[in-house]
């Protein structure tokens, strides 16, 4: 065992135990996923940095969700193209390490963004006339800068405590390299893993979750008391994209990490990690651009700039 503890230099990704055509139609559908969520955020960091109507905080956190969705994507679709196409490609240990570090910090940045965007909702909502003073940019860079610091350090934490445990016995990874499929190959107690796996869902999920779901409780009854119809629409209709994206997020992670020990089928778990790792990223530009009239008519001015595109959208 001290042998096998000693020379792990890279592990194997199961990825989907499917036949290769469904391999190739599954390489064919993330294929077309990956791009859409690149071309999707990618259009939402253009139009916040183009419109100078969408240069206030509320966008200002969401150029942010954008740049982390790019990344998660980013993190761990590409190795998944390629395993779908060569199932017995290897991943070194420091390469699986980084990309369990990359995906721990996007997602534990993502929770605490969430939570910043629903405060500067409540804040917009509930004290319009002190909210530019509350939420200053100063105010704002500092909370951006709080979440990824916060993020990356705990995310760093968790890296550490597996990097202590020795690993052997078969290599196989399912999926990709993420905390808990990494630590079933520990042969070791984990249980001081598994503690603070506990301790930091409870701190970056239900705790961040129950502020969120308190301020838009606050947020709905202001809401209630707006006499102006229209004024009514528009808070309803950026909250509710919010509310769409803090849903498919946190539901999904909570039912993965709230049990480490966890007795669903791998398959069943790789769906889990596919849908918040992958399918959000995707489905968060698409809720922002359909629910935010915002953003729907800053895509309008940006395709109306160009004189053939605006004659097609009727803008001539």
């Known amino acids: 065992m001290e042998e096998n503890q000693t020379v792990v230099t890279e592990f194997i ?26 071309l999707g955020n990618g259009v939402i960091l253009g139009l916040i940095s183009l419109d100078p109507r969408l240069h206030t905080p509320m966008y200002f956190f969401l150029s942010h969700l954008a740049t982390v969705d790019m990344a998660y994507a980013c993190n761990t679709v590409p190795q998944m193209l390629v395993n779908l196409l060569n199932p017995a490609k290897p991943i070194s240990f420091a390469g699986c390490m980084t990309q369990t570090y990359l995906f721990l910090t996007f997602a534990l940045t993502e929770c605490l963004l969430l939570l910043m965007m629903s405060y500067d909702r409540y804040v917009a909502i509930c004290h319009p006339l002190r909210y530019s003073v509350i939420m200053s940019w100063s105010v704002c860079i500092t909370l951006m800068v709080t979440s990824w610091a916060c993020g990356s350090f705990l995310a760093l934490v968790h890296v550490v405590l597996i990097l202590r445990l020795p690993f052997c016995g078969p290599h196989e990874i399912n999926h990709f390299c993420e905390i808990l499929s990494v630590l079933k190959l520990a042969c070791a107690d984990t249980w001081l893993n598994q503690v603070v796996i506990i301790a930091a869902a409870v701190i970056i999920l239900v705790g961040p979750l129950s502020l969120v779901l308190v301020s838009y409780t606050r947020i709905l009854v202001a809401i209630l008391r707006i006499q102006s119809g229209d004024g009514r629409r528009k808070a309803f209709s950026t909250c509710s994209s919010h509310l769409c994206v803090v849903g498919l997020f946190f539901g999904s992670a909570i039912v993965t990490y709230m049990a480490p020990k966890s007795r669903h089928p791998e398959e069943q778990q790789k769906i889990l990690f596919l849908f918040y790792s992958f399918f959000n990223p995707m489905l968060n ?32």
Do not use: Q, W
């Open 285 to 316: 530009p698409l809720i922002y651009s359909l629910r935010n009239a915002e953003v729907k008519g800053a895509l309008r001015r940006a395709l109306c700039k160009d004189r053939t595109i605006g004659r097609v959208f009727g803008c001539m």
């Open 13 to 38: 990704l199961l990825g989907f135990r499917l036949g290769p055509r469904i391999h190739i139609l599954l390489f064919g559908f993330f294929s077309l996923f990956y791009a859409f969520t690149l």
